[in-house]
């Protein structure tokens, strides 16, 4: 995904001017990450933060009993590692390509620099505003929908309208994603296929061919 466009899109940076953008474009870089590569780890001094292009990053923890604890999974568009901007200067989650992903990283002493002109400042400052909002409807989507409408919104939104899908993530992450957990999410997904609106075999996902226009009109 072009640069420009990503970062027009994010919802960090969606609200700067152009000349702004291409300051931050300027300030970093394009990086590309293998699947299974690492970008950092829980704990480790944070020295950039990342722009999502395209593929998708596994965020998650390790707990004291040493199980992974996925905290999300992000697809292209998407902020990620920017806590050490505001809060912590060590990551607080590590972080793992799914699949071949594109990132772009920004130095966050790069960052602050530009954070020492005025109108730049200004500017991100309402953009921090509005992210906080994003966060209060975030919190919103979790209690208002239930872990069905959950699922089928994160395959509208990501993946689009469509009957059979491509699905690269697992299903451990797919939970995750629409925030619950894996048996929560195994035990809806048995629900659907006895009821016969979905049929999932390996990565294929396909929905009865009449499902969305009755999905649309509940």
Request: no cysteine.
């Amino acid at each position: 995904m072009d640069i420009n466009i990503s970062l027009e899109k994010s919802e960090l940076f969606s609200g700067l001017s152009s000349q702004h953008r291409e300051e931050i474009k300027q300030s970093g870089k394009e990086v590309a990450l293998e699947k299974g590569k690492t970008l950092f780890r829980e704990g480790e001094p944070g020295q950039s933060f990342f722009l999502l292009l395209e593929g998708s990053i596994k965020l998650f923890r390790m707990s004291d009993e040493g199980r992974e604890i996925i905290v999300k999974i992000l697809t292209g568009g998407e902020i990620f590692g920017e806590v050490v901007l505001f809060v912590n200067d060590n990551y607080p989650v590590s972080s793992i390509a799914l699949e071949p992903s594109s990132i772009f990283s920004i130095p966050i002493t790069a960052f602050h620099k530009l954070m020492e002109e005025e109108s730049f400042r200004n500017e991100f400052i309402s953009v921090i505003m509005k992210k906080q909002r994003y966060l209060s409807n975030r919190i919103h989507y979790l209690s208002a929908y239930d872990v069905e409408d959950r699922f089928f919104k994160f395959l509208y939104e990501n993946y689009g309208r469509q009957q059979v899908y491509s699905i690269n993530l697992s299903k451990k992450d797919l939970a995750s994603a629409i925030g619950t957990i894996p048996e929560t999410f195994s035990r809806l997904i048995s629900r659907l296929k006895k009821r016969g609106i979905i049929r999932w075999e390996k990565k294929e996902l396909v929905l009865d061919k009449k499902f969305w226009d009755v999905y649309e009109q509940e």
